[in-house]
């Protein structure tokens, strides 16, 4: 029989279970003090809670404001609360923690219901959203697998949490959740996420909108709105339930939007996709580098655009970015279907020259870099060459996964046409599209600055223009016949030429129409010292060597060179350097650099204007005539086509007061190429994507180009180009060239 409870027992007993209890607590006290005090693991100190760090991408931003691309580690791009959709916070709320606005950082009351839950064998999230925010920028190693770990980070999300509560508001609190949080496909934080998936901002995302990207948290993959869309849709509906319950939503507008599809408009965030992709490369490369030569630092660090979350604004117009991008690829699966019948029936690999640069192509490639880092050798990579293999393949029509050997894939690509043009504004120097080749993702190398090939006939209005600085008319008229130049000390030079114009003819005709006979005249009389001075004058930086055929392009230039060039004519003489970059600011928006691009007075004014007119000739009555009599673009635009030996490169540069465009194509190798001049000419393979780019510039009344004609000088012109009223000295060419001293 037990002994019955006396007063004094009882007594000793609450006693005991009072001692208990105070003595649990004061463990409990000491242990989250000692979690505190960092014990167990570091807990970041008050200025770490004041200046919390995450990686934050770089945005690149076109002139009009729009987002060209990031550089990311994780493509997180941070907003203020303001900036942020009701819809979003209300979302956010409704899910995550329906009491944020009354806690401290502890919901206690959601805590304590995790253990009645968990007896029942369901499982309920007992973090708050400023625990989640703990988590999220103090926690490198993300959520904890490991029971007892996870119960020790739980702790120290509190600690964390409370401190955050201290140091900042709930708007800010909400706001830097929301700039942390990863929503999948490489968007980190509600700026990205609002751009990836709807290519949208966040002020402007709706309630079904912002229920998809809240709903995503539940499990990235789980409820992906591209990867599983049915479950999102259930998600973002069960979201906007729970709005409807926390009296954030009405249920009329939950039922109105309820069965409306997810409309989602993804725009994946990769470095492959999206618009300008060479450019953004090129771009990363010269900030770094103005970064680097400048010593402009954070604190004495140097900037990580992949995590330092910069801001740098470009001269790319976002709109003539795009139109340039699509009158490419609406040109080029044409062209290169013409290029493709021009070999049918024939051989494009014959002869030990071509098998030289089918080895080089293959040393050169990603497979055979990686077979040699494996050890592997010729011989077992000359075999992993020559045997089928499942490769990704691109076409104009999309990529295409096929059998084939890798050996096969490097002809294929060989045979490929390259394409590259870059607009600029003549008076600013502000580059307003750019597009350094025909896939990004296939193809890494820019062909518009990184990238020099023969220029042709594109490179004559540099001997023109020394012509004419030397008095000689553009009206003058000369034989058109075989001109041989004899260079002290190098073999005599006589240039080849087809499409040749009989008897005489005027400078402005043989512009117009490309004679090589005339160009050679011109050279004869100016020397190749003047015209490659000209040429370097008006920016060329690639080698321009002082020898006659330099007048037909035989120098290699960069289509960004030869833009900067042409712009001399149009901007009356003054060479204004390329720019793209208007200013970078660090992530709390202070300037660290901004441009002062160089400008320099190269060509007399009068000289720039009558060479437009001269150019504006190739249009009206040349090689360039396509521009109007076929693609219908009939504003006073001038231009150049160029054609290189064996057709391998095709060339067109166009010039208007408000815009300058160059447009090259050419195989990745000068030794394939078009086999007839009809196709390969710069008037086929280049003019036709300088017509689609303008027509759809002209079409676009918002962009605010001009059709209107060059400015004449204000004093006048006193030299004669308009033919039709000259009256040619009675001299001879003989006579002429005995004047000029030559």
């Not at 490369?281 to 954070?298: D, G, M």
Request: overall charge positive.
């Amino acid at each position: 029989m037990s002994k019955s409870l006396t007063p004094e027992s009882i007594k000793k007993y609450n006693h005991r279970l009072w001692k208990l209890l105070i003595g649990g607590m004061v463990v409990f006290a000491l242990f989250i003090v000692a979690i505190g005090y960092g014990l167990f693991g570091d807990i970041p100190s008050f200025r770490a809670i004041e200046h919390p760090k995450s990686n934050e991408a770089t945005e690149i931003m076109s002139e009009d404001g729009k987002v060209l691309g990031t550089y990311f580690v994780k493509n997180r791009s941070n907003v203020n609360y303001s900036q942020i959709s009701p819809n979003v916070v209300n979302a956010l709320i409704a899910t995550e923690d329906v009491r944020f606005r009354s806690h401290s950082g502890i919901d206690f009351k959601r805590t304590f219901t995790i253990f009645f839950y968990a007896m029942m064998g369901k499982k309920q999230g007992g973090s708050t959203i400023t625990q989640q925010l703990a988590l999220n920028l103090f926690s490198e190693e993300g959520r904890q697998k490991n029971y007892f770990k996870r119960i020790i980070q739980k702790f120290q999300e509190w600690v964390i949490a409370v401190k955050l509560e201290r140091n900042y508001t709930k708007e800010e609190i909400i706001t830097m959740y929301l700039n942390t949080v990863d929503f999948g496909n490489q968007a980190y934080g509600i700026k990205s996420a609002a751009r990836v998936y709807f290519n949208t901002t966040p002020d402007k995302l709706t309630v079904p909108q912002a229920a998809v990207l809240v709903g995503i948290q539940r499990g990235i993959t789980r409820y992906s709105p591209t990867k599983n869309p049915d479950r999102a849709l259930t998600r973002r509906n069960t979201v906007m339930a729970l709005m409807v319950k926390a009296d954030l939503l009405t249920a009329e507008d939950f039922d109105s939007v309820k069965d409306k599809p997810l409309g989602l408009r993804f725009t994946p965030a990769t470095t492959n996709d999206g618009i300008a992709p060479y450019f953004r490369a090129v771009l990363k490369t010269e900030v770094k580098k103005i970064l680097e030569e400048r010593s402009i630092t954070k604190n004495g660090t140097p900037y990580d655009l992949d995590r330092d979350g910069l801001k740098i604004t470009t001269t790319i117009n976002y709109d003539m970015q795009v139109y340039a991008e699509e009158a490419q690829k609406e040109y080029m699966k044409v062209l290169q279907q013409q290029f493709s019948n021009s070999w049918k029936g024939r051989n494009p690999f014959k002869g030990k020259d071509i098998e030289m640069v089918i080895d080089q192509g293959v040393k050169r490639s990603d497979r055979y870099k990686s077979l040699k880092l494996e050890g592997k050798s010729d011989e077992e990579i000359n075999t992993d060459f020559n045997t089928p293999s499942r490769l990704t393949i691109f076409t104009w029509k999309g990529n295409i996964d096929t059998l084939m050997k890798p050996i096969d894939s490097v002809k294929y690509y060989k045979l490929l046409l390259r394409n590259a043009m870059m607009a600029m504004d003549p008076k600013t120097g502000y580059i307003k599209a750019w597009v350094g080749g025909i896939n990004y993702e296939h193809f890494k190398y820019d062909q518009v600055k990184m990238g020099t090939r023969q220029v042709g006939s594109t490179a004559k209005p540099f001997t023109y223009a020394v012509a004419i600085e030397n008095g000689i008319s553009p009206c003058l008229s000369v034989p058109n016949v075989p001109v041989t130049i004899s260079t002290p000390g190098s073999p005599d030079w006589t240039p080849r030429s087809s499409g040749t114009l009989s008897g005489n003819i005027t400078l402005l005709k043989a512009l117009a129409n490309s004679q090589n006979y005339i160009a050679a005249y011109l050279m004869n009389i100016v020397g190749a010292d003047a015209v490659a001075v000209e040429a370097k004058k008006m920016g060329i930086t690639s080698d321009v060597p002082a020898v006659p055929s330099i007048c037909l392009g035989s120098f290699d230039a960069s289509v960004y060179d030869m833009v900067g060039a042409y712009s001399v004519f149009a901007n009356k003489g003054t060479w204004t350097q390329p720019t793209y970059i208007l200013k970078i600011e660090d992530k709390n928006g202070i300037v660290l650099y901004d441009s002062k691009p160089t400008i320099k007075v190269v060509m007399n004014e009068e000289i720039a204007y009558v060479m437009t007119r001269m150019l504006r000739g190739v249009i009206t009555g040349g090689t360039g005539w396509r521009l109007a009599g076929k693609y219908g673009v009939t504003a006073p635009i001038g231009g150049k086509t160029g054609t290189t030996q064996n057709n391998s490169d095709g060339w067109f540069m166009g010039i208007s007061p408000d815009l300058v465009t160059g447009v090259w194509t050419g195989c990745e190798d000068r030794a394939f190429h078009f086999t007839s001049t009809r196709d390969g000419e710069g008037a086929n393979s280049a003019l036709p994507i300088f017509a689609g780019f303008m027509k759809r510039i002209y079409a676009n009344p918002g962009l605010k180009v001009s059709r209107a004609d060059f400015e004449p000088p204000k004093n006048g012109v006193s030299i004669v180009y308009d033919c039709n009223n000259y009256v040619e000295p009675e001299q001879t060419t003989t006579e002429l060239d005995k004047k000029l001293g030559f």
